[in-house]
């Protein structure tokens, strides 16, 4: 094969690669697109949710397993008693700088239903594997407003929890262990009680509003994708001048061989201290 075409096959092989790349870029970038335009969605969702006026859980959910998604954060006004023997705590939630545990209590509804209302947080106890002391609610019939939230899948690790804790807010998972019509699609984030209670759990932090990384990976993708070809480019342009380099270098005429220097006898000195000489003695024949 002559050096021109294997060169044109190896050029060729380059390009297939930065175009397998760049097209890999595509795909990660769209991915971040993807996964942006969910963050927005979520963020907007919050915003125009969170601080809305509570309605009836019957607009949200209906039955137990039914549940509209455009009512995500949304407060709704809860009627009926707390079941504090059903009490539950989700372990390992990161608060206050350390590894709590959030308080999760069934409230039963005047419709029969119970909803899982998470109170907030407790620091863990000094000794044991537990919460330290929960503050309770005030007893009797109470109106709660909370805000819905959808439940979290239970952990890929398959771990458990001790009785009495749950390893995540699956409400399924806590739905079985209360029993009962228990709602099984959402659970609610405390807002307010009445009656108030003494003290309560430390409230849940408010959704952040970072809207993520997801845009800024997106455009870094697709300048991957752009730097590939540039890089090819270089390389191709840099075998390119090394050869023509070396064709000019083949091209050019040897260098005539120098003229050869005069050299004087062995043993005459060359300056003008023998000149001088010469001259006197000229002149002493004379």
């Keep these: 094969m002559s050096r021109p075409a294997a060169n044109l096959r190896r050029w060729s092989v380059y390009i297939v690669?930065?175009?397998?790349f760049a097209v890999a870029c595509g795909f990660l970038s769209n991915w971040q697109f993807s996964r942006n335009a969910e963050r927005s969605a979520q963020l907007a969702l919050i915003e125009a949710n969170y601080d809305a006026d509570p309605v009836a859980l019957d607009a949200a959910v209906t039955g137990l397993d039914d549940f509209d998604p455009a009512y995500e954060w949304h407060?709704?006004?809860?009627?009926?008693?707390?079941?504090?023997?059903?009490?539950?705590?989700?372990?390992?939630?990161?608060h206050g700088g350390t590894s709590a545990f959030?308080?999760?209590?069934?409230?039963?509804?005047?419709?029969?239903?119970?909803?899982?209302v998470n109170r907030g947080w407790v620091h863990a106890a000094e000794d044991g594997d537990g919460p330290e002391a929960i503050p309770a609610p005030a007893g009797g019939e109470q109106t709660v407003v909370v805000r819905?939230?959808?439940?979290?899948?239970?952990p890929s690790s398959g771990r458990s929890a001790p009785e009495g804790q749950v390893p995540t807010i699956n409400v399924p998972l806590i739905a079985d262990l209360v029993g009962g019509d228990t709602v099984r699609s959402v659970y609610g984030i405390m807002v307010s009680?009445?009656?108030a209670a003494a003290s309560r759990p430390s409230p849940l932090d408010s959704p952040s509003d970072d809207p993520g990384p997801f845009l800024s990976y997106a455009v870094q993708w697709i300048?991957?994708?752009?730097?590939?070809?540039?890089?090819?480019?270089?390389?191709?342009?840099?075998?390119?001048?090394?050869?023509?380099?070396?064709?000019?270098?083949?091209?050019?005429?040897?260098?005539?061989d120098p003229a050869p220097r005069a050299k004087?006898?062995?043993?005459?000195?060359?300056?003008?201290?023998?000149?001088?000489e010469d001259e006197l003695l000229d002149r002493a024949e004379r």
Excluded: C
């Design 223 to 256: 300048l991957f994708a752009v730097m590939g070809f540039v890089f090819i480019g270089y390389v191709i342009r840099s075998e390119l001048r090394a050869r023509r380099e070396d064709a000019e270098e083949d091209a050019a005429p040897a260098p005539a």
């Design 148 to 154: 819905l939230r959808q439940g979290e899948p239970l």
């Design 193 to 195: 009680e009445v009656p």
């Design 264 to 276: 004087w006898p062995r043993g005459r000195r060359k300056d003008g201290d023998m000149l001088a």
């Design 17 to 20: 690669i930065a175009i397998a």
């Design 75 to 94: 407060p709704v006004e809860l009627h009926g008693r707390y079941l504090l023997d059903e009490q539950l705590v989700v372990r390992n939630r990161p």
């Design 102 to 116: 959030e308080v999760l209590t069934p409230f039963l509804m005047d419709d029969g239903r119970i909803l899982v």
